[in-house]
């Protein structure tokens, strides 16, 4: 992301003039975006003409609109983002009040203008124009006949192939139609590592199977790399990683994320951190539950008693519709760095973001137990009744 301008008031008002650089960045603006923004972009509009001889035609004609936003809606596949709004600027095609929707895409520059921007939406806009904050992990995770081919941005996880082939099992004495199945398998997998992942910018390959599916797969790869004098894997060799899962479904990617081998190799990537954020947190719920909260009203108590260390929160949260909702959670954050604690905003996109959002989309790591919150919930509840 480009920061091209940005213009705040003392009050936090004001707006920022942005360039969407890649994919990733549709996201972060995804989760910039708020019913009642105004957004400044230009647009193509369908316009009607009338010749003097009175015939009507239409012409297609960009146009420069500014909308009060009020639907917002992002393909996570496709990475598009589409805004949906009403014309609240003196425009020669488009009348005041007219609804028209913005198609946003990479590279077509864009402001923002808001009432009040605050403290997590400007930590974003820092992160998405910082390039540090890009370093990405590509990961396969598979089993045999099923394969998913994802990218681990800091933001999302996307999957961008699923490889499907029927392996027929091994019969005795006879074993060619399961081997040329796997093999089929195989091949249709390479291309799709070759296709969908760039190395110029992934860092590392996770290839993460149950048994030695993993093994027999990087052999195989290799092998035809040699054969047919393939540069683009050979070189990139080193940046292959095998990794232990249960499945090849996606929602096993959680677990290549969380080896120990991974964890070093990816410890300046966010979706590590988040991982490893998440697992500790579980951990803790385990063995000592009066320093693991989850939910609202609980982090909140925690967070009156000083004692978070870590805030777990998704970023799902920011997008509520209900202003003063979304305030609570912008103060509750705000309020955990003041009192020196580390904030993890979880994407909502990623699998540990997901697992986060099963459990109210809030959690908290503690410094100390604070067992008084249950305590107090088990008098009040007795004297009621």
Known sequence: MKLVRKDLEKDNAGQVTLIPEEPEDMWHTYNLLQVGDSLRASTIRKVQTESATGSVGSNRIRTTL??????????????????????????????????????????????????????V?????????????????????????????????????LTR???EVNIPRKRKGNCS????????????????????????????????????????????MFQQAVKTDNKLLLENRSKFLQVHSSSGHKYALKEALCDPAVTSRL??????????????????????????????KHVEKANEAMAIDTLLISDELFRHQDVATRARYVKLVDSVRENMGTVRIFSSLHVSGEQLG???????????????????EDESSSEED
């Open 66 to 119: 500014t909308l009060c936003v009020e639907a917002i809606d992002f393909d996570s596949q496709a990475c598009q983002l589409r805004v949906k709004g009403t014309n609240i600027q003196e425009n020669e095609y488009v009348k005041m009040g007219a609804y028209h929707t913005i198609e946003l895409e990479p590279n077509r520059q864009f402001t923002l203008a808001k009432k009040q921007w605050d403290s």
């Open 161 to 163: 192939a699923k490889v």
């Open 358 to 376: 099963q459990l109210t989309g809030v959690a908290a790591i503690l410094r100390f137990p604070v067992a008084e919150l249950s305590d107090q």
């Open 177 to 220: 139609q399961h081997d040329r199945a796997l093999e089929r398998f195989y091949e249709q997998v390479v291309q799709a590592i070759q296709r969908h992942i760039n190395f110029e910018v992934v860092k590392c390959v996770l290839v993460a199977s149950p048994g030695f599916v993993r093994e027999q797969f990087c052999d195989y």
């Open 267 to 296: 410890s300046d990537t966010k979706a590590a951190g988040e991982v490893k954020a998440l697992d500790d947190f579980y951990k803790m719920l385990q063995h000592e539950p009066d320093r693991a909260f989850y939910g609202l």
């Open 121 to 157: 939406v400007l930590e974003r806009i820092e992160q998405a124009c910082d390039p540090a904050w890009s370093a990405d992990v590509a990961a396969v995770v598979m089993q045999e006949g099923l394969a998913h081919v994802c990218l681990v941005t800091p933001s999302m996880t």
